[in-house]
């Protein structure tokens, strides 16, 4: 009775788990470009500029995934109260 929940809640932990990724590596991207604009490292300056640029792009890809993982709860969450209701 609960296997077919069981399927849609293990993808939702996959989406989850992928905004997790791509926030630590947004993250990582934004500190890498403070750091290369905090030195003034002249050589590389232009790329800290698409550095950050790539660190946006990649939160929001993560915040997709945040979006995409409440909407897929929801119906998650309604099936199992469905599976419930129908079971008593």
């Known amino acids: ?17 992928r905004a997790m990724v791509f926030f630590y ?4 991207c934004l500190a890498i470009s403070g750091l290369i604009g ?5 050589a590389i300056e232009n ?3 698409y550095i950050s640029a790539l660190g ?3 939160i ?8 995409k993982y409440s909407c897929r709860a929801v119906s998650i969450r309604q099936d199992q109260f469905k599976t419930k209701f129908n079971k008593n």
């Open 25 to 28: 590596i947004a993250v990582a």
């Open 47 to 49: 790329n800290a500029t």
């Open 1 to 17: 009775m609960k296997e077919p929940i069981i399927s849609p809640k293990l993808v939702q932990l996959k989406t989850l788990n």
């Open 56 to 58: 946006i792009v990649i």
């Open 38 to 42: 905090g030195l003034q490292f002249k």
């Open 60 to 67: 929001l890809l993560g915040l997709f995934s945040l979006i």
